[in-house]
């Protein structure tokens, strides 16, 4: 008999809560999506193609200023901080590279996901090419009116 009370009990609660959700079939969230600027969106595009430049022209104390502290690039060869990343850049032979498909998306009032496809020409320390097509994404949020880059990652296009 307790057994069966607990269960009625559980089935109850489940229900309750169930029932506080307003869902009406729409998958959608009733909560304002995020709006940015232009002039913000304009800021990313301008710093993420400015990190590309930089690692180009080997301007080191430029790309940092671009990462947050609390950066990480996430490569299939590992985790990366900013003096991970630079290190790798000083060792490479950065020939060119071209950005398209450039997109920004905000995710909150603060914070927005840059997302574009990359053409590069590059070799690493060892001699060997990179990855010549890849769609990469960054993560920056904004810090005292600043926008910093705290995540990156890059896949291989088909």
Known sequence: MKQLVKAIATFTFVILCFSQC????????????????????????EREISIWEFSKTKQFDKLRAILADDY????????????????????????DYHLSNIKVKPVANDVAIIYYDVLQDVTGADGVKWIPKVSASSVYVKRNGVWYAVFYQEMPQG
């Open 22 to 45: 307003k869902n009406n079939g729409n998958s959608k969230t009733t909560v304002p999506l995020p709006v940015m600027s232009k002039a913000d969106g304009e800021k990313i595009t």
């Open 72 to 95: 990480i690039g996430y490569f299939s060869s590992g985790n990366m901080l900013p003096s991970d990343v630079i290190n790798l850049l000083s060792k490479t032979t950065f020939t």
